[in-house]
């Protein structure tokens, strides 16, 4: 069965062998290398080195990624799959992945020369090299076109000076995917996007964020100080980085609504454990429709964003050989996906009651980190504005 005919068999999705391979090998390794150490990582907030360089050794660190460039070779349905077993263990974990996957291997692959894959992809999708994405500045989120690093043509070399904030797996990246302004009087327009290798003078890394959650995904600001970045490490042409910022991001806010699939599921199968072991005057606490309503809204909740997940990795895996949009679908899900874990980590704690809030449990984990998901990669309110924009044929 091809991934085009899982399509059409609606809610009983039936999933090739390769898929439930790569589902599996996903989950044995999140339960058997970062169950042990997600909540000590979580407690320092130091980055996993070892358990990353073995998800790369494994392809998960460039699964849609083509062998001959480092990668596992896989669609875009393994790539969730992998994502919701890795998150439903550690969502720190599930971002380095995340990043790596979508918004770095996704980009150089689907914008690159064939130099830049050779030299950025291959090192990166194989888990050799870390890879980040930088778009926000301290000044400009959601609106890209209000920021203020630029990159000045000088000779065969653009000269880039700045301040880039929010760059996840900064502090640790080799190779970072960075957008910055080259013509700021056409706004979001003068975007140009670069290659740039974190080893080279004029680069450094600034204050490290101290998080809320995925505190064991390495967050930090970037500084450029007369960085010199040859004309070959452009990505694409001048003024083309916005529009390759957005379509990294469709890629990307797939795997975030994986990732908040999989802190979902974390959250609802402890609930129902509990439930059905907790006791409270005298019988079950599943037992009580207060309980019950919750866990039934719970996992309605989480098939719903399951499908509209797939429904999303099924688009971009058409988008390959029709080159259609699949902005809808990924924000749809990453929509509704984030708000779920959100909603599903909430009802958790509070089945849960006092040892829902007590750090004995991840539930207190599992909600701090489910509230990035609906932050990150364009907000829950960015993502209303693109599925509204786009159904009122607005641009």
Request: glycine share 10%.
């Amino acid at each position: 069965m091809t991934i085009a005919e899982v399509s059409a068999h609606g809610p009983d999705l039936a999933l090739t062998a390769e898929h439930e391979m790569i589902r599996q090998t996903a989950r044995d390794f999140a339960q058997n290398e970062i169950a042990p150490i997600a909540a000590q990582h979580d407690e320092t907030g130091e980055f996993p080195y070892d358990t990353v360089k073995k998800m790369g050794r494994l392809g998960l660190m460039g699964i849609e990624v083509p062998e001959e460039y480092g990668g596992a070779g896989l669609d875009t349905l393994a790539y969730v799959l992998a994502m919701e077993e890795i998150s439903k263990v550690d969502a720190a974990h599930g971002t380095i992945m995340s990043v790596n996957n979508s918004l770095v291997c996704f980009g150089l692959y689907r914008f690159g020369s064939e130099v830049q894959k050779r030299s950025y992809l291959v090192p990166v999708a194989s888990g050799q090299k870390i890879g980040a994405y930088s778009l926000t500045e301290p000044m400009s989120g959601s609106d890209a076109g209000n920021m203020r690093s630029r990159a000045v043509r000088d000779g065969i070399d653009y000269v880039i000076n700045g301040r880039k904030s929010w760059v996840t797996s900064a502090p640790v990246a080799d190779v970072i995917l960075l957008f910055t302004m080259t013509a700021p009087e056409k706004k979001h327009k003068g975007i140009t996007a670069f290659l740039i290798d974190t080893n080279q003078p004029g680069f450094s890394r600034g204050k490290t964020e101290p998080k809320l959650g995925i505190r064991a995904s390495a967050t930090s600001e970037i500084v450029f100080d007369n960085y010199r970045c040859p004309a070959a490490n452009r990505l694409g042409e001048e003024g083309e980085g916005f529009k390759i910022a957005m379509a990294v991001l469709d890629a990307g806010r797939i795997g975030i609504a994986a990732q908040g699939l999989g802190i979902a599921e974390a959250a609802y199968e402890a609930s129902v454990a509990y439930a059905r072991e907790r006791e409270a005057f005298g019988t079950k606490i599943g037992e009580f429709q207060g309980i019950q309503f919750k866990i039934a809204d719970m996992k309605t909740r989480i098939e719903a964003a399951r499908l509209l997940i797939y429904n999303a990795a099924l688009a971009k895996e058409r988008s390959k050989t029709s080159g259609e949009r699949y902005t809808l679908q990924a924000s749809m899900a990453k929509l509704f996906a984030s708000e779920t874990a959100m909603f599903c980590a909430h009802e958790a704690v509070q089945i849960h009651g006092g040892l829902g809030y007590s750090k004995e449990l991840p539930l207190e984990r599992y909600f701090r980190d489910a509230k990035i998901t609906e932050i990150y990669e364009g907000t829950s309110e960015i993502q209303r504005m693109v599925i509204a924009r786009h159904e009122l044929g607005l641009r």
